[in-house]
């Protein structure tokens, strides 16, 4: 279970952030080696303070722990075939990291693996950073022989897509019944540097799709946007940003909001931090009334769905209906030039 992670203490922000200003598929930066620290230690106070006032730390591993023991117990009965399962949380930048988890997997003696990711959506700056992480483990030998295929992106499968639906009519049902119509639906999803939706990189489409998806799901019940948050940095980013979003409906005469997290599957910093406390209180100032939609951490439908995801992915694997890595997958950005992403693609192709 492939994901970012989060500190899991507040004394782990500054590692954290350390790691991730170093991986440059995420972020890449002129001499990354002494620039990435700098920044990491320029930043770590003001989000240290940031994971106190959401209660000490990032949530996220508990949150995946749980929908991964919910997803391997329905497995075992969902494709007994290849029972019993286990799952393991590789995070990018913090424990575990997939250094870690791959001599865990040796230790264990692995020898069929799938790499499940953990965002919806595929962008090479984050499930494709995981990717390439797993790979240099992987082809090091770290991890001893294993049998490898992946999933890749799934952010139109349909249990997904009832999940979220499901939180949002939760989101709704706050409104009075006159006003439940009315209310905008946003779906804020994290930004990216047009640097990279330039190159070519498939997350804005995926994400699009999603919210798409969902609304179909809902009959179209409300008004909605997909707006962008977290920007970092000068550079041009995807917009709009959600906290320009929220100025411009509240001057447009709007009243209610349901801010709907479409790229995140657990609470952690940007849902917790980002959305409730800060946007909550400009939102307040703007005399909106958001209700944010619950993130799906310990969803019943999103655990299925991670297990009817797996379970079928095992079974079209198994019967050559699908090879280990998707169509999409094989594909590299048409302005890739990073080297690695081309190897990864082929190491785990074969």
């Known amino acids: 279970m492939l994901n970012m992670g989060g500190p899991a203490t507040v004394q782990d922000t500054g590692p954290f952030l350390k790691n991730l200003f170093s991986d440059g598929d ?46 391997v117990s329905l497995l075992d009965e969902l494709h007994p075939e290849t029972a019993p399962h286990k799952f393991y949380v590789a995070f990018r930048y913090t424990h575990p990291l997939t250094g870690e988890i791959a001599r865990e997997m040796r230790k264990d003696g692995i020898k069929r693996a799938v790499a499940f990711t953990q965002y919806p959506q595929y962008s090479c700056s984050t499930t494709g950073s995981s990717l390439n992480e797993l790979y240099r483990k992987g082809n090091a030998g770290d991890m001893g022989d294993i049998e490898w295929s992946v999933i890749d992106r799934w952010g139109t499968h349909p249990g997904f897509i009832e999940a979220v639906s499901q939180r949002i009519r939760s989101a709704l049902d706050k409104f009075s019944p006159e006003d439940r119509s009315k209310a905008v639906i946003l779906f804020s999803a994290h930004s990216l540097p047009m640097s990279v939706v330039n190159r070519g990189d498939p997350y804005v489409l995926e994400v699009s799709a999603s919210v798409s998806a969902v609304m179909r799901h809902l009959g179209h019940s409300n008004p ?14 995807m917009g709009p940003q959600t906290s320009d979003a929220l100025k411009g409906l509240a001057r447009l005469g709007e009243k209610k909001v349901v801010l709907v997290p479409i790229a995140f599957t657990s609470d952690h910093i940007e849902t917790l931090y980002e ?52 169509t999409q ?18 190491w785990f192709a074969s």
């Open 26 to 71: 995420l972020i890449p930066l002129p001499f990354q080696s002494f620039l990435a620290p700098w920044i990491a230690r320029r930043r770590t106070p003001k989000i240290e303070q940031q994971y106190r006032d959401i209660g000490g730390g990032s949530p996220i591993l508990r949150y995946t722990q749980q929908q991964g023991q919910g997803m």
């Open 329 to 346: 997958m094989r594909l590299r950005c048409p302005g890739c030039t990073n080297a690695t992403c081309g190897a990864q693609k082929k």
């Open 275 to 326: 959305l409730d406390l800060e946007y909550g209180k400009e939102a307040k100032e703007l005399g909106l009334e958001v209700v944010r939609a619950e993130s799906l951490n310990d969803s019943p439908v999103f655990i299925r769905a991670l297990a009817d995801m797996v379970s079928e992915h095992l079974r079209d694997y198994r019967s050559g209906k699908i090879g280990p890595i998707s």
């Open 224 to 237: 909605y946007r997909l707006v962008w948050q977290s920007q970092v940095g000068p550079t041009a980013w």
